[in-house]
Structures are given as structure tokens and as C-alpha cells.
């Protein structure tokens, strides 16, 4: 299995409190993604990175910032949490942009916001 | 953007059974994957596609690029195979864009 670890698992927080994911590998891979996960929708892409320091949006982006200073570190946070961005937060990796690379899946942080 | 439908929704299957799910997209792709989704939401990803057919062991994918379609096949179904598949594309160097999964019961 690739090695991605998705940080915390499970958290509760209050509206309006600011919550931060953590996503760390240790394939060396150049592309990290953010996605949330809720019921009747597929997938949805906050943010994705190509690179240290190189970030864009996806198409559910609002409410959401992320960081990445070193390759291995993936950050997802949400500035003032809202009840809507209550999900399960899945972290991916992928070596290469070309379609001959997979896509790596952490094990997803479920997120409650009350 | 691409929309993804997946058919059908839900399926439920006796174990045994040969297993089809399908997979439509609106717009030209470079790009189809399969991915499986275990109840205990752990993704991962079992096939990627840019035509002709691809066997992982009891698995097939197959996809027709002018249909703008792709299957996935399960022979000899097992309840361990229960789990949400999930299809999405990619178009040139875009992010992938997922369908909504089709969960699939097998009962013993």
C-alpha cells in the first residue's frame, strides 16, 4: 500500500472554529489532492498541489486553504468551520500526471461540524 | 466539465452471479478509471483505461471511446466483493471527475 496518512480520523468541532487535516506521504510523489465525500455526489476536488508551494483550486474550493511546504505534508484547513463542510475528507497521491499513474487514497477523515 | 453517470445505483447479486456496472461520460476523455470503495471507506483504484479491456483477476474493465462507455464485469461474484465502485475521467491534464458509485451487495 502507498504510504498516506490522513490526520485526525475523526473530528467533532463547533461552527466557526477553525479545524486543519493533516495529509502526510512517504512515496516521495509530486501530486497531492484533496477531496470531500458526501452523500449523492461522487468525489468533489477542494485543492490539488504539483508541487512544494504549488497549489490550485478544485471545484468545491470555497471555505477551504491549503499549504504545502515540503513534498511528504499536505495541509487542509478550514478557516471559520460551517455545517456544510461536514464530510469525509479524503487525501489521494499520484507520481505522475500522465494517466499511467494511479491514484492513492488515504483512509479519510470523517468531520463533524456542529 | 465531464458529467459521469454510473448505472445501476444499487445492485444486489447472490454470490456466483456474473456482475456487470456501467459507466457513461458526456465529452471526449483521455482517460477512465475504476476505483473500489470498501464499507470501510478505504479507496482504491483497480483499473485505468484508454481503450480495449484490462483482466485483474476476476475483474475485467472495458471501455468503447466512440460510445463514450465503460463496464466493469465481476465473474463468479463473492460477498468479499461488496463494496461502492466508483468510475471517473479525466480530460487531457484536468483533475479527475468522479460518478456517484454503484454499491454492490453480494449475499451468500
Known amino acids: 500500500d502507498a504510504g498516506i496518512t490522513q490526520s485526525p480520523r475523526h473530528k467533532v468541532t463547533e461552527t466557526g472554529t477553525p479545524v486543519t487535516l493533516r495529509c502526510h506521504q512517504t512515496?516521495?510523489?509530486?501530486?497531492m489532492y484533496w477531496y470531500r465525500q458526501d452523500p449523492g455526489h461522487g468525489l468533489r476536488l477542494i485543492h490539488y498541489s504539483y508541487g512544494v508551494k504549488d497549489t490550485d483550486k478544485g471545484e468545491v474550493s470555497d471555505g477551504y486553504s491549503v499549504s504545502r511546504s515540503k513534498t511528504e505534508d499536505f495541509l487542509l484547513t478550514l478557516e471559520s468551520a460551517t455545517s456544510s463542510q461536514t464530510s469525509v475528507y479524503f487525501c489521494?497521491?499520484?507520481?505522475?500526471?500522465?494517466?499511467?499513474?494511479?491514484?492513492?487514497f488515504g483512509n479519510g477523515t470523517r468531520l463533524t461540524v456542529t | 466539465k465531464n458529467e459521469v453517470e454510473q448505472s445501476p445505483q444499487n445492485l444486489t447479486a447472490q454470490e456466483g452471479e456474473f456482475i456487470t456496472i456501467n459507466c457513461s461520460y458526456s465529452?471526449?476523455?483521455?482517460?477512465l478509471h475504476w476505483l473500489q470503495q470498501h464499507p470501510g471507506g478505504g479507496i482504491v483504484s483497480l483499473f485505468m483505461l484508454s481503450s480495449g479491456k484490462k483482466k485483474h483477476g476476476r475483474l475485467i474493465a472495458t471501455i468503447n471511446i466512440q460510445e463514450k462507455h465503460s463496464s466493469l464485469h465481476i465473474t463468479a461474484s463473492h460477498p468479499r466483493d461488496s463494496a461502492v465502485y466508483i468510475c471517473a475521467v479525466r480530460r487531457g491534464n484536468t483533475p479527475l471527475v468522479f460518478g456517484k458509485g454503484t454499491r454492490l451487495s453480494v449475499i451468500a
Open positions: 489521494a497521491i499520484r507520481a505522475d500526471r500522465e494517466d499511467n499513474s494511479p491514484l492513492h
Open positions: 465529452v471526449g476523455i483521455s482517460a
Open positions: 512515496e516521495n510523489h509530486r501530486y
